[in-house]
């Protein structure tokens, strides 16, 4: 079935420094991946997401990049705040393409 | 709040007996999902739904069941309530099997 494998499992960076994280996916039909915030306590939230059709997109600070032939997709987060402190979640679509499936998380501290 | 609420938020059962998570949505979305969240193992996919009456299994659905008789509620029941069970529960609705998820805040389950 569908694997979505995530890492570093923990990242700590100077605020101001830019922060990436990668995933890899196995099943090559998936086309949809998002990308997921959750603060402590929290429930995760939707930040960014990426179709198959497009190589890169970029909402203010944080950007995601889709490489398909080598089935990787990473979240680039610049400028770095404290706020952006959390576990960060990316997803692709099950070997049906009915439901996601998540990666186990990155752990994201961003110290002032 | 979001749509989308879950019920109870906190509940401790015992080893054995049934127990029923609820999701309530009012977004009017077709897709209505059942995650488990276990520190180390990210978001799993448990059930899922596409319609009234129509669902599928997940990831790690031993153990559970679930129900949609209307569009806005989804059921999920612990059959008989083991420890390994004991977890947080996020319920997620999406307007289509490619959208963004919108998450529940969550029910947080010990069983003792």
Not at chain 1, 33 to 62: A, C, H, M, T
Not at chain 2, 57 to 79: A, N
Request: charge should be neutral; charged fraction near 20%; proline fraction near 3%.
């Amino acid at each position: 079935g569908e694997n979505v494998e995530q890492h570093p499992s923990t990242l700590s960076v100077q605020e101001g420094d830019s922060a990436v994280i990668k995933c890899t996916y196995s099943d090559s039909a998936s086309n949809y991946f998002p990308w997921y915030k959750q603060e402590l306590g929290k429930r995760p939230q939707l930040i960014i997401d990426i179709r198959s059709n497009v190589g890169e997109k970029k909402d203010q600070r944080i950007a995601v990049t889709l490489n398909k032939t080598a089935k990787h997709f990473s979240l680039h987060i610049t400028e770095t705040q404290p706020e952006d402190s959390a576990v960060y979640f990316c997803a692709g679509l099950n070997q049906a393409g009915t439901a996601l499936i998540f990666g186990k998380g990155t752990t994201l501290s961003v110290s002032s | 709040d979001a749509g989308i609420t879950q019920s109870p938020r906190h509940k401790v059962t015992e080893t054995g007996t049934p127990v029923t998570l609820r999701c309530h949505q009012t977004e009017n979305h077709r897709y209505m999902y059942w995650y488990r969240q276990d520190p180390g193992h990210g978001l799993r996919l448990i059930h899922y739904s596409y319609g009234v009456k129509d669902t599928d299994k997940g990831e790690v659905s031993d153990g559970y069941s679930v129900s949609r008789s209307k569009t806005e509620d989804f059921l999920l029941t612990l059959e008989s309530a083991t420890s390994s069970q004991t977890s947080v529960y996020f319920c997620a609705i999406s307007e289509s099997w490619t959208g963004g998820y919108t998450f529940g805040s969550g029910t947080r389950l010990t069983v003792v």
